[in-house]
């Protein structure tokens, strides 16, 4: 671990114009997936956890609440909400990767408010999202992808044959 100094987040980094804004968040977005590809979700990306290096590199801390799992659910990346996120993590639920997608939505935020700025990052964002079949397999990686698969096989099926629910 080392320390990371430098300026707070990618927007207030002095002299940044938007493609050296845009370079950064590719920065942090590909060492969130190269995380989720170990199975790890980092839980809190927020403006304050990146800080921007005097040498110009983006720098994601705060791996304090990683988790290591990941669940994909299509009605969360639908619906990312910051007040919901925070009760996902202050009561400690299954956290799924679409948890940092809609962090980094948010993170994004702190970059600029010009639309063409905002339709690039949306663009990163989607580019860099990975589904379970593209994750590295190997090893470690692939007992605990199939674990997952496994337990939510077993829900689906239990919750079928239980018509009240």
């Known amino acids: 671990m080392s320390k990371a100094s430098g300026w707070p987040s990618i927007a207030r980094k002095a002299g940044s114009r938007s493609a050296e804004r845009l370079q950064l968040f590719r920065k942090v977005c590909s060492a969130v997936t190269y995380a989720h590809q170990h199975l790890v979700i ?13 040498e110009g590199e ?54 600029s408010h010009q639309p063409e700025v905002k339709a690039e990052l949306q663009r990163i964002i989607r580019a860099t999202y990975f589904t379970l079949g593209q994750y590295d397999l190997s090893g470690q990686n692939l007992a605990a992808a199939l674990a997952l698969q496994s337990r939510s096989m077993a829900k689906k099926i239990w919750k079928r044959s239980r018509p009240w629910f």
Not at 46 to 54: D, G
Not at 90 to 102: I, W
């Open 58 to 111: 983006a720098k994601l801390l705060d791996f304090g609440i990683a988790k290591s799992s990941i669940i994909f659910c299509k009605k969360c990346l639908a619906h990312p909400n910051p007040e919901s996120k925070l009760r996902q993590q202050k009561r400690d639920l299954t956290v799924k990767d679409v948890s940092d997608e809609a962090s980094k939505r948010l993170a994004a935020e702190d970059l």
């Open 42 to 54: 980092h839980r809190d990306i927020k403006p304050a956890n990146i800080r921007v290096t005097v």
